[in-house]
Nanobody, 118 residues
Framework: EVQLVESGGGLVQPGGSLRLSCAASGFAFRSYSMSWYRQAPGKERELVAAIDRFNSMTKYADSVKGRFTISRDNVKDTVYLQMNSLKAEDTAVYYC???????????WGQGTQVTVSS
């Protein structure tokens, strides 16, 4: 059974930082690209960042370029999202996704809430 378990969300002030983690199990982690999506209230889920299975190529939504960094550890079967210079508009539920670099993700975790507010 594919499982993706996110952690690291919370409340942070504008300009602050958070690091999200996603622990994967139930599939050959290093054989898949991985991604982070987010969904804000009243909006559709959007791709935030993705990383290829070789940990060599990444892509980002224009809104987070230069502020967010996706990375992965193929030994720990974990993918990370380092979020810096957070803005109010980054407030959303963040989901870890299997896939997402070459094609749309096909499994998602339960999500972790990120709230940016003073």
């Amino acid at each position: 059974e594919v499982q993706l378990v996110e952690s690291g969300g919370g409340l942070v002030q504008p300009g602050g930082s958070l690091r999200l983690s996603c622990a994967a199990s139930g599939f050959a982690f290093r054989s898949y690209s991985m991604s982070w999506y987010r969904q804000a209230p009243g909006k559709e889920r959007e791709l935030v960042a993705a990383i290829d299975r070789f940990n060599s190529m990444t892509k980002y939504a224009d809104s987070v370029k230069g502020r967010f960094t996706i990375s992965r550890d193929n030994v720990k079967d974990t993918v990370y999202l380092q979020m810096n210079s957070l803005k109010a508009e980054d407030t959303a539920v963040y989901y870890c996704g299997r896939g997402g670099y070459y094609s749309a993700g096909d499994y998602w975790g339960q999500g972790t809430q990120v709230t940016v507010s003073s």
